[in-house]
């Protein structure tokens, strides 16, 4: 894929693009909170040349700083439409992990009709009534909670609260380091926060197009398997777990997760 960019008022994002051929579903991977695109290098491996792809550093994450942390979930979304009309991509497959399936529920939401389907990995739903008032308040406050950490036990103890391999960890912990404490801390400060902001926003959240979740059997994120087990239950939607893996399981059990992306993808096709 090729590495392009986007300005925006408050910074430029980059990302990474295949050529896109008309006759193609493309397939739009969103990582998660301080992530960046390398998360999802297994999955470009396995459908290069299948699928069209694109793949970005979030605003303010990986190769899209320095950014001015001072945007809504929905600013994002909207930057992420932004680059796929750039792009000349039509009706994509939304795949967000943790919080690229909060911005891929902001962009069904601002952009109703315009993706095929969504993939959540490890995310959670947006709306209100998912979330206690308890989980809300903590949501807006981690910031000092993460600053108390010492920044080599904070990375530590974050690679192996996200990942259940090897592989998985020394992935995540490369993330991290990319990072100072100080810029860490605020972009999750931020991030968590936005979060709290789009969920108390009480908006629909109701996508209208194909929803596949998954989630790793081990997700110790939070109460992500809570989560996932409610909006399954209350939306009737498909829940698959994956078995040995944490929150990012598509870095943990790769193979899995890209079965379940190549079966969804082939029923969004037909619908």
Partial sequence: MKRKSHSTDLGTIVYWCSRIKPDRTTLVFLPGLTADHRLFLKQAEAFEGEYNMLVWDAPGHGRSRPFDLRFSLMDKACWLHDILEKEGIRKPVLIGQSMGGYVSQCFLERFPREAA???????????????????LWLLKRTGPIYRSYPWRRLRYDGARGCCETEYGRRMMYAFTGSYSKEE??????????????????????????????????????????????????????ELIWIPGAGHNSNVDQPEKVNACIRSFVQKCEIV
Avoid: M, Q
Wanted: charged share 30%; hydrophobic share 35%; proline share 4%.
């Fill in 117 to 135: 389907g969504f993939l959540s990995i490890d995310s959670a739903p947006l709306k209100r009534c998912y979330i206690t008032e308890a989980e």
């Fill in 184 to 237: 860490y801390c605020a972009l999750a400060d931020h991030g968590f926060r936005i979060l709290g902001e789009a969920i108390e926003a009480d908006l629909s959240y109701r996508p209208r197009c194909p929803v596949l979740l998954l989630c790793g059997e081990k997700d110790k994120a939070g109460s992500a398997r809570r989560y996932n087990r409610k909006w399954a239950e209350r939306e009737n939607l």
